[in-house]
Structure formats: structure tokens, C-alpha cells
């Protein structure tokens, strides 16, 4: 457990900053769910027949409004603004990448369209990770040792079941690319079907559950720090 002196470089959260947190994380923590379901269903958007995106964007502009909404706090740490940052970036990647989903339909074995899709499932790897990064930094301002372990714990699983495996299936397919001469696009597409690219998949729902369990733990933190301040002041 942190000590008082640990947090005195910190800043003094008020009621309003208590609010902000609540009410981002509130949006982070939709925003994962309805991503998912979205994504799944394969649901889109067209533009007069001529270019569409699958509808989770939304939950992609849900996570960056939930974003915007923890600025309006004062950082709680000095390294708040940079992670928010990093996450904002990655969340506009996000929306980059969504046209290649079809595209990659289209041409499943374009080498160039199957790399961007490993690209944006790194990215949301990655942001998961930076999302657990936040959940740290309100355990650390509230010198919760518990939490902070949780959520570092979530953090690593993060690398270990979706990263690792991502990581695996790409070399992987490269090195069969290269070894039979074939498009690395026209591999991954044979190679999904396959019964372990499942198991994949299948690792990816513990991190998932880890990470909307601490995000929603940040959230109840947050009014429950508010409810606090209020009582004092």
C-alpha cells in the first residue's frame, strides 16, 4: 500500500474532476461491449452504394468521446495527459483501418490489405493496454495497492492472451509465406479456418473481461470519491 508522502507530488482532485472521471470511464466502458457486438455482427454503413464502414465506429467515437471527458479533469498524474494522448491516437487508427475489413473480403490474399488487418487488431491490443494504463493511474493517485495490482495484472494479460498470440499467428505466417512461396494474404485467409485460430480468438475474452472489470471498477471509484468530497465539503 502507497503512503500519503508517495502522493504529495500529485494534484487534489474536486468534485467536478470526480465527475469527469465517472462519466469518461462510464463511456469507456460501453464503448468495449458495443464494439464488440457491433464488430461481430459485421454490421456498416453505406455511402451511396459507393463506400461503406462497419457501424463499430460508433463504439470507436463513443470511446473517444469518453476520452475527451476524462481531459476535463485535472490529471491525477503527471503522466494522465500523455496516455490519453497515445489513446486518442489509437482510437483514430482504428478508424483507419475500418475500411480494410472489406477490402481484405474482397482480396483475401492482398498481402498489403491482410497486413493492415493485423495492423488494426495490434492496435486494438494496444489500446487495451493503454486503457489499463488509466484504470493504473487513478489506483495509484488513490493509493489503493490492491487495485494497482489488479489492473497491472490485467495489463499483462493483455500482453500475454492477445499479444503474444497475435504476434505468434503473424511470424507464423510469415515464415509459412515464405517458405511456400505463397502470398502471405492467401495464407491467413486458409490458416483462419483452421481449429487453433479459434482457440485464438478464445484467449482474447479473458483480457477483454479483465479490462471491462477494471474499467468499471475506476468508475465506481470515481463517484465513490465524489460522494466523498462532498461530505467533507
Not at 475489413?101 to 498489403?112: E, F, G, K, N
Not at 495509484?140 to 495484472?153: I, K, N
Request: hydrophobic share 55%; net charge positive.
Amino acid at each position: 500500500m502507497m503512503t500519503e508522502t508517495e502522493n504529495q507530488h500529485e494534484r487534489v482532485l474536486h468534485s467536478q474532476d470526480w465527475v469527469a472521471l465517472g462519466s469518461g470511464f462510464s463511456r469507456l466502458l460501453w464503448s468495449i461491449p458495443i464494439g464488440l457486438l457491433l464488430f461481430s455482427g459485421m454490421l456498416e454503413f453505406r455511402f451511396f452504394n459507393l463506400f461503406r464502414l462497419p457501424s463499430y465506429v460508433i463504439a470507436v467515437m463513443l470511446y473517444c468521446w469518453g476520452l475527451m471527458v476524462l481531459l476535463k479533469a485535472s490529471p491525477p498524474t503527471s503522466r494522465w495527459r500523455r496516455l490519453i494522448r497515445v489513446s486518442f491516437v489509437l482510437a483514430v487508427l482504428l478508424l483507419y483501418f475500418a475500411p480494410f475489413l472489406y477490402w481484405w473480403q474482397w482480396r483475401p490474399a492482398a498481402d498489403h490489405f491482410a497486413v493492415n488487418i493485423f495492423a488494426m487488431l495490434f492496435t486494438i491490443t494496444f489500446l487495451l493496454w493503454t486503457l489499463n494504463q488509466l484504470v493504473e493511474e487513478i489506483a495509484y493517485y488513490l493509493c489503493d495497492g490492491v487495485f494497482l495490482a489488479e489492473a497491472r495484472l490485467c495489463r499483462w494479460s493483455v500482453a500475454l492472451f492477445m499479444f503474444a498470440p497475435l504476434m505468434a499467428y503473424f511470424v507464423h505466417g510469415l515464415w509459412n509465406a515464405a517458405r511456400y512461396s505463397l502470398p502471405l494474404g492467401q495464407y491467413i485467409d486458409a490458416v483462419r479456418f483452421l481449429p487453433f485460430a479459434h482457440w485464438i480468438l478464445a484467449m482474447f475474452i479473458l483480457p477483454l473481461t479483465l479490462t471491462l472489470t477494471m474499467v468499471w471498477k475506476a468508475k465506481s471509484r470515481a463517484w465513490r470519491a465524489l460522494e466523498a468530497t462532498e461530505q467533507v465539503s
